[in-house]
């Protein structure tokens, strides 16, 4: 199977979320406000080009922060965004490609509509759980860097990765969860207080992930993710560090 072609097909999507979207609409920020943006099927088709997004992206890495990340403008339009339905306004984004690369004039529409769909950081309208977990799959599948945003590189805050009041791992957590599950490691030397990075250590174990083992990923306790921050690697275990020793 093409695991790539398989989940950028709507039509597949669709049948994964049919049986499971009475719980997945009440994950949906809107739920019980009549703000749920729309059916499975319509959901199958924006997780469709959003995860073919993620896995295209013109970034080999993405960042994963808490949500104030998404408020850095600077650090968006310098990176790009991962989305179908971009939050940051186009002409802001065209307007900083002019004035910062001086593309041709025609090239313009072009290269903003790829910063903003094919970048770095996940920034979607109409966001909750379901496209988030889609992102990461495109993430894992693809096996790209994923550098983790904190202040001076220093372990993150437990309130930033756990819900102390519903006992359930906060966005950031879940996605620390979903790599690490799925063979991501901390890098050893990245703990230099440059910039924490998760890079992919088995490669065969990332492309046999599905959606259903990484919505999974919320059903645990906080040790669990202690244990990503111990369980670190050297750069020479992981795929990237491995593919270098052979070049060598």
């Not at 319509?42 to 080009?49: H, I, L, V, W, Y």
């Not at 690369?101 to 072009?110: C, D, E, F, G, S």
């Not at 065969?204 to 244990?227: F, H």
């Amino acid at each position: 199977m093409n695991i790539y072609r398989h989940y950028s097909s709507p039509k597949v999507l669709e049948s994964e979320f049919r049986p499971i979207w009475s719980t997945v609409i009440k994950e949906h920020p809107g739920y019980g406000k009549g703000k749920i943006g729309g059916s499975y099927k319509q959901e199958a088709t924006r997780c469709a080009e959003l995860y073919a997004n993620a896995v295209s992206s013109n970034r080999s890495f993405i960042v994963l922060g808490e949500t104030s990340i998404r408020n850095d403008q600077s650090l968006m339009m310098n990176l790009g965004t991962i989305a179908t339905d971009p939050v940051m306004c186009k002409s802001i984004m065209k307007s900083y490609l002019l004035n910062s690369l001086k593309p041709l004039a025609n090239q313009v529409k072009k290269l903003a509509e790829k910063h903003l769909t094919q970048g770095a950081i996940l920034n979607e309208g109409n966001w909750f759980i379901l496209p988030n977990d889609i992102v990461l799959l495109g993430v894992i599948h693809s096996g790209k860097e994923c550098h983790l945003a904190t202040a001076d590189g220093k372990l993150p805050a437990k309130d930033t990765l756990w819900d102390q009041k519903d006992n359930r791992p906060r966005v950031l957590g879940r996605e620390l969860l979903q790599l690490y599950n799925s063979g991501f490691r901390l890098v050893k030397e990245s703990l230099n207080g440059r910039g924490l990075v998760l890079l992919q250590t088995n490669q065969t174990k990332a492309l046999q992930v599905n959606l259903s083992n990484i919505r999974g990923a919320g059903e645990v306790d906080y040790q669990a993710i202690e244990k990503i921050f111990q369980d670190t690697v050297p750069y020479s275990e992981t795929e990237a560090g491995k593919k270098e020793i052979l070049n060598l």
